[in-house]
């Protein structure tokens, strides 16, 4: 049965990124397709190949981002019928909004996509367990950050066009850069090469931060069903196993100093980290007495072992969720300013840094399978999102400065929220790129085109959560009523 239900989450999370492509990584072959620099199969083709490069040097940040926005309870028993419910219903979700969407030509984020898919699982999960204050399992920060992201997204992309466009047009003065192509006519190729750039840039960017979301997923799912090959990475050497060993012991008494006297039984060291990891847990003199007894408790498991494959399946799973605790902990103590001593500090950071090593890698297969879906999205479903982004934005035909400008700003954008591990919608930057162009030319702006844009983009959140609270509470009661899965 668990193979059964590891194919199935795997094709949703695997159709997730195609559906992806449709979206996304079509806005980077746009303007290169409707300026004539590359024939739509062979950019489609290159950008894919981009993508899958973006994908395979990608940090990881983003991918376990998106992993920490969901209900700490669920993440740490994603393999309860709960936890199978929670992936289904993300990514059900969000790919029926995003095919709407795409059905429609319609440019939509499949990051607020994915976002609000979440906060109606936390939102729902709250509501359907028992003991849970509603709306606890949202992390409504994140949720403040993706709204202040869907209101600078545009403006940014915009205004950053528009100027770069207006700056081009005193400082380069080719006037064929401003004209737009005549009929099939290719472009010059000093311009033809610095579209192709931009699309480059544009695609790698976008496979190294949209291309993290699924794969985040991806590894979850993967704990969940086979935690005894990928809970921890089982690559790991017999000298960092043995360091990690040491360091948890280490760390004890650095936290002990804090709290002396202060004990607490098992099950209230799990529960008092888990409340802590929720949106709205409050440090306490308990928590830093869990996360010394966790950390011992990880030594002991630890102490004597030369690789993880000596341990068994539950032993794996158990170690991964201590891990998972108390990496989570520390980063939020840290964040929260709570750690005030110095050598406290730097040790606990250091033993984070340890413990995410072993907990947050990304197999170069799941890489692969993301960018082969993202690239195989967009050989297919290309057309509806470029035609809009081509013709539909702007009253006149896009010309290869302004193709260049949107793109530029688009990559530079994506590349910046990658850096920084922040998701950051292509489709919102590159899509008002190409109107900032246009207003920044006097070319004239689609209005109809611009509002159902822009109603698509107000409504991706609050439909998805809807989706979301909805397909997790329909796919809790198929995972543990009819298919009694434990």
């Known amino acids: 049965m668990e193979y059964l239900f590891l194919a199935l989450a795997l094709g949703l999370a695997l159709s997730f990124e195609f559906v992806n492509g ?28 981009w993508n899958l490069i973006g994908v395979l040097t990608s940090t990881g940040a983003v991918a376990f981002g998106i992993v920490a926005l969901l209900p700490v309870e669920l993440v740490i028993n994603v393999g309860s019928s709960a936890g199978f419910a929670m992936v289904f219903a993300l990514l059900i979700s969000a790919i029926m909004w995003n095919l709407g969407t795409w059905y429609l030509g319609l440019p939509a984020s ?36 993706v709204f202040t992201s869907l209101l600078v997204s545009p403006i940014v992309g915009f205004t950053c066009a528009a100027l770069l466009l207006l700056l081009a047009k005193r400082l380069i003065r080719r006037p064929e850069l401003y004209r737009a192509p005549e009929g099939n006519k290719t472009p010059p190729p000093w311009i033809r090469g610095l579209l192709i750039l931009t699309c480059t840039g544009v695609s790698f960017a976008h496979g190294s931060n949209d291309g993290q979301k699924g794969m985040g997923l991806i590894m979850l799912i993967l704990v969940g069903i086979l935690p005894s090959m990928f809970a921890l990475n089982m690559d790991t050497n017999a000298g960092a196993i043995t360091q990690l060993a040491a360091t948890s012991n280490s760390v004890i008494p650095v936290l002990q100093q804090q709290v002396p006297g202060t004990f607490l039984n098992s099950q209230n060291i799990t529960d008092e980290l888990s409340n802590f990891l929720k949106p709205t847990g409050e440090a306490k003199d308990k928590t830093f007495a869990a996360l010394a007894a966790k950390s011992r408790t990880i030594g002991d498991k630890l102490t004597g072992k030369t690789s993880f494959k000596q341990l068994s399946r539950d032993e794996l799973s158990s170690l991964r969720t201590d891990m998972y605790l108390v990496a989570g902990t520390i980063g939020k103590l840290d964040n929260q300013k709570k750690l005030t001593d110095v050598k406290q500090e730097k040790v606990l950071t250091s033993y984070k840094m340890q413990l995410d090593k072993v907990t947050k890698f990304i197999p170069n297969w799941v890489k692969f399978a993301v960018a082969i879906a993202l690239g195989l999205g967009t050989m297919i479903g290309w057309k509806r999102i470029v035609v809009t982004v081509g013709e539909k934005i702007g009253k006149d035909h896009l010309t290869y400065a302004q193709g ?4 530029l700003v688009a990559m530079t954008t994506i590349g910046a929220a990658d850096y920084f591990g922040l998701p950051v919608s292509t489709t919102h930057v590159l899509s008002s790129g190409v109107a900032g162009t246009m207003a920044a030319n006097h070319s004239g702006l689609q209005t109809d085109t611009l509002r159902n844009i822009l109603l698509a983009w107000v409504l991706t959140l609050p439909v998805c959560v809807l989706l979301g609270s909805a397909t997790y509470a329909g796919s809790l009661y198929i995972v543990f009523n009819i298919l009694s899965f434990k």
């Open 22 to 49: 449709f979206h996304d990584t079509a806005n980077a072959v746009a303007t290169v397709i409707y300026t004539h620099s590359l024939k739509p199969n062979i950019a489609v083709v290159w950008s894919g190949c």
């Open 110 to 145: 499949s990051s607020h996509t994915l976002i609000g898919s979440i906060m109606g699982v936390g939102l729902a999960n709250s509501l359907l367990s028992k003991g849970h204050v509603f709306g606890e399992g949202v992390n409504w920060a994140k949720t403040e950050e």
């Open 404 to 407: 260049a400008s949107a793109e």
